[in-house]
């Protein structure tokens, strides 16, 4: 067995330069690692990607290293084993399952969070040597239709700019992003980029009012899934006002007539334009006239283009006005996808997903294969694509693949249809799961556990979504007996019979065998060339700074822009201008499910909680999951109180499953008013699960359809309907320990600092009997109490040797419960002062201002010392910086900031 | 000008014969006690050693002299003559009155058990009562109190402190079970424990045994409790042979009006001895206010008595219990404040969430409050939730 620890110089004490798993902007991290586990963060001023800037997640990583929660050893059926009896059992699980039915009767589904180089290995394992395309990652959900739509335009999956065009141009359209919140450094990078050029112009095409749109010039409140028509009108606008680039079109591009025809077809001008996205037609002017008149333009796109059954042609159509001004691969120009995931790209470099090879190699081209397997000295490779993630979960749950790997990701919450998910796991003959968390909703349903190593403990690479490939460094120990995924993957393999194509010892030998692949055959045909690097040294590898490819073995150094005087791949030669008819989304609204559901991110989460929900302070901004709506959709329904979400049944969209059979979905969540959302439209954080709150899992409610072409999950367009939670009684709980989120119907826990767990309750019972049942929880003890039964008021502590031990209030009405921020600080006196014991069922201490949940994350600043300040004469965001230190770290508050600022500026008395 | 007797020199009687003396008139205090009118509410301070007996004094005969008012001390008045409008006095003959305000007060209860005449065996009601259980209490000894309202635990609380052992027996389930709920009367029965006062509920007295004096007293259940000295407390029935005998209309207490005058006109009734609509105080507060109408009606102006609520405190070792108003109401709403560890309870009683009655144990401090909001009936509503945790915090926190 190959045991030896990945360390390295890092531990020392010395800050390690690494980079922050979390989104696609792939910030520099610098880390110092302590004595006690942990490690102070910083942003690594050195980096390109951030300059030392940080985000209020990245920012609070420091908070996320601990080892509750871990996978420490590997388990087969909950108990704990060695190393070699695990390997040993999957090998052989997955070797029978393939000896008994065949190659695709066997898959892996692997993550963006994945290094490039276990990422390769798993590819390999997959495409190589278990012979099935079924490998497919959750960048199925985030990045799919911006590698279908960039393969349609391009010829290959490239993103044509980088940063610095964020900064170079004169307007940036955020389409379908919420950057202040989802990539906030580069929202900072912007705004930073328009104080010194007060000129440059930020337009906003979502439907939410958005934090970011706090900071734009222009805000289009698209009607969901109208990106098509957006932009197919505004092609036409640039058509009919003279701003094609009739030379590049001519030159470097195929099918804009075509394109064109379609498009003024559907789109004849800004007013049918407007009139099919439902905005204002005036905005819809001045979007267009601005766009027109704009050379140096960037368009930026995220989840909201992505995520959709039209997602792919939504690129497409972005692309295709870049195309015909030739506005693209040109400083502050060009169509730019940002990703979610930290290593979404380097996923797609190494090609593991269900439908691609590796390095950029393709299915439908023969002379591929052969390079890759030859290259690889495989024994074959699967002639055709695997399923693709929804696809492959309805194929485990109906039996045609009966031994799944699941790596470092979390199926049965994030995918849409997750009860089906859930329950194509229950009946999968061979479940095994890699992952550094021992509870996860996906692990819960693991026969097979393998400790993975987390973040600060692995080694590799990432690529950011400017294409730039950075080390991730390990600065902690492997805890427990974590292992590097890779090593995992070789270990399994090698028991399969392929020692000699798993051989590798280090991360390097992976990446230089990556590298070399990667020139393997190409001779230009490939954009995607790292070859240079194949030839790396161990210590090279580890010393290697951030890298923007290409870096191909021969020739000048290339442009760090593609496209802007063509050159697209050798293939086509040409950039295709793809026809982007305009679909409506998979499911229309109807009178019983009459609004449209659209999920994604907030600002201080990340993906299924797994780290992020370690850190009490990100969890302050949002403890429960939000449901948001425009205050004339919420009607009857009151701002804070609970409401069940339904989305109507049976919606599967393709043959692979009997329609008609989905479980309806529902799920709680708390509501928020909120006028900034579009009429008509909710949103939803994605990041709730079993874990922190089971009821508020949306994707179980969310529809399964995706995109024809990139196989992405609609993800932003489910019709549904609202209706109250029928609580009798709404409360909280606070302890000293998680006690689970079974206490009540509706049950949302958390982190509400090192020592105290909070839990958000409410039930559709009686309240007194849960009164009780919930302080039973604590065995015999004395607690005092406050009952008032007829207004349903219900309120106790449990007071030991003069320390506050656990709190419990209900009420009928949720607005009627006090801010806890004040009795989770009761918590930290050894022994509580008579007055502060006295006041303590009243929630809220006899005199001094209430502690508050803090706007700023960061430095913990609350809106009361936030309103002082302004009251005190700040006037601007940065005068309430000066003051308090808030938004001065990694500025996500700053659009709430600036929300507060104009609230009480326009309130003062003239 | 009127002569104005009054009959009964405790706190009522005194303040009413001081405003009255106030008002010009003449005004005759007469007191079957030998001493000058004293606080009675605050012999249990006396007894516990918290104040002198010199400081239970209310009035100096040269403040009353000053005052107009004539004080005769001693003095028993046998006879009330209406048809001559005069009193009759066992020492001082007969005095003429233009009004008669009787101030009677009640006479303490004693159980008609074997030995309830011996020596030793006290009411808790005179100076000269607090005088002999101070007098008893010098030897240590033991001390048994029968009856746990309020008076039995002022009494039992005042005699463990100077230095006696002592029990306190009460005939129902809980202690000042007019006054407190289970859950308090517990809280109480542990805090006297702690200060080695020991309680027996359903205790029924059978004999109080002695010869020449007392030395124990037998309950039923066949337990003998050794005793020095035994007080009873066991209740006050309202001072009403007089006024029988006169010929007013007398139920439990003298029946009194608006403006405290009785079936005739000119004879008036204030304190313990009265009654108005059915209801006959037992507490000193009520008894002033009555007093106060007296000397007003008697000076001409008519101001209807309006009863306050009744509110009861007991004040043991630090740890006060009050009440007022309703406290055991089956159908009311309830809002119950535990905090028993600390010794912290309080119970509110509300109908239409207006607040009726109100119980504290530990920390009474927002007594008046809860007495003015039960007496002012408001809709507390917004409120409610800020009730248990007094007037200063449901203040502040009021928008």
Known sequence: MDFSPPMTDAMAGEPVRTTCPYCGVGCGVLAQSDSAGGAAIAGDPLHPANFGRLCSKGSALGETLSLDGRLLHPEIDAKRTDWNTAL??????????????????????????????????????????????????????????????????????????????????????????????????????????????????????????TATCEGADLHLPIAPGTDVALFSGLLVHLADVGATDSRYVADATTGAADALAIARAQTPDAMATAKACDVDPALMRSFFEWFAATPRVVTMFSQGVNQSSSGTDKVNAIINVHLLTGRIGKPGAGPFSVTGQPNAMGGREVGALANTLACHLEFNRPDDARTLQAFWSAPGLPAKPGHAAVDLFRAIGDGRVRAVWIIATNPAISLPEAAGVRQALQRCNLVVVSECVRDSDTTDLGKIRLPAEAWGEKDGTVTNSERVISRQRAFLPAAGEARPDWWMIAQVARR??????????????????????????????????????????????????????????????????????????????????????????????????????????????????????????????????????????????????????????????????????????????????????????VFAPMHWTDRFCPAGRINPVVNAAFDPFSFQPELKHTPVRLAAFPAQWHGFLLARHNHGTDLAEYTAVLPANDTVWRHELAGTGAAEPAFGRLREKFGEAAWMKLNDPASGLFRAALIVDGALQACLFISKDPSSLPLREWLVACFSSPVLTPRDRRMLLAGRPAEGPMPEAPVCVCHGVGATAIAAAIAAGSTTVAAIGAATRAGTNCGSCKPELRTLLHGLLQTEPA | MHRIVVVGAGPAGARCAERLAGRGFAVTLIGAERDMPYDRVALSKFLAGEILEADLLTHETTSLKDAGVSHLAGTRVVAIDREQSRVLTDNHGAIGYSRLVLALGSTPVRLPFPGADLPGVVMYRTLDDVRLMIETARAGGRAVVIGGGLLGLEAAYGLAKRGMTVSVLHAVDRLMERQLDHAAACLLTQRLARHGIATHLTAKTET????????????????????????????????????????????????????????????????????????????????????????????????????????????????????????????????????????????????????????????????????????????????????????????????
């Open chain 1, 88 to 209: 040993d059992a999957v090998a052989a699980g997955f070797a029978a399952t393939i000896a008994e039915h065949g190659p695709d009767s066997v898959a892996l589904y692997v993550s963006g969070q994945l290094l490039t180089e276990d990422y390769y290995a798993a590819n390999k394992f997959a495409k190589g040597f278990l012979g099935t395309g079924n490998i497919d990652s959750n960048s199925r959900l985030c990045m799919a239709s911006a590698v279908a739509g960039h393969k349609r335009a391009f010829g290959e999956d490239i993103v044509p700019g980088t940063y610095e065009d964020l900064e170079l141009c004169d307007l940036i359209v955020l389409v379908g992003s919420n950057t202040a919140w989802c990539h906030p450094v580069l929202y900072q990078r912007i705004l930073a980029a328009r104080e010194l050029r007060p000129a440059m112009k930020i337009v906003v095409v979502d439907p939410r009012r």
């Open chain 1, 496 to 681: 399969m019979g392929f020692s000699d194509a798993f051989r590798w010892t280090s991360p390097a030998d992976i990446f230089r065998e990556h590298a070399a692949l990667s020139g393997a055959g190409n001779n230009g045909s490939r954009l995607f060339d790292i070859s240079r690097l194949a030839a790396m040294t161990n210590a090279e590898y580890d010393a290697m700074a951030p890298t923007r490819w290409p870096c191909p073995a021969t020739g000048a150094a290339p442009d760090a822009r593609f496209f802007g005087a063509g050159g697209f791949p050798p293939r086509t030669g040409r950039a295709n201008m793809v026809p982007t008819p305009s679909r409506p989304p998979f499911q229309p609204t109807s009178a019983a499910f009459p609004l449209v559901l659209m999920t994604g991110r907030i600002r201080d989460q990340w993906h299924t909680m797994t780290r992020t929900g370690k850190s009490p302070r990100l969890l302050a901004h949002q403890p429960e999951p939000m449901l948001s709506v425009h205050p004339d959709d919420a009607q009857a329904l009151a701002d804070g109180s609970l409401v069940t979400v339904a989305a109507p049944t049976g919606t599967a969209p393709t043959g692979t499953a009997p329609t008609g059979t989905t479980p309806a979905g529902i799920a709680t969540l708390r509501l928020r008013h909120d006028p900034g959302l579009r009429r008509g439209s």
């Open chain 2, 208 to 399: 109080i045994e002695g010869d020449a004096h007392v030395n124990a007293v037998r309950l039923a259940d066949g337990t003998v409790l050794p005793a020095d000295l035994v007080v009873m407390a066991v209740g006050i029935r309202p001072e009403t042979a007089l006024a029988k005998a006169a010929g007013l209309d007398v139920k439990r207490g003298v029946l009194v009006d608006d403006t405290m005058a009785s079936s005739d006109p000119k004879v008036f009734a204030i304190g313990e001895c009265a009654e108005h609509e059915g209801v006959v105080c037992g507490l000193v507060a009520p008894a002033y206010a009555q007093a106060e109408i007296a000397a007003w009606s008697i000076a001409g102006a008519l101001f209807g008595y309006r009863p306050e609520t009744d509110a009861t405190a007991l004040k043991v070792a630090g740890t006060g219990v009050w009440s007022a108003g309703q406290i055991d109401l089956p159908d009311a709403e309830t809002i119950v404040y535990d905090d028993t560890e600390a010794g912290e309870y309080r119970k509110l009683l509300l109908r239409d969430d207006r607040l009726i009655g109100a119980m504290l144990f530990g920390d009474t401090s927002d007594g008046p409050w809860y007495q003015s909001l039960i007496s002012g009936g408001l809709q507390l509503r917004a409120t409610r939730a800020a009730l248990p945790f007094g007037a200063a915090f449901a203040l502040s926190t009021r928008d």
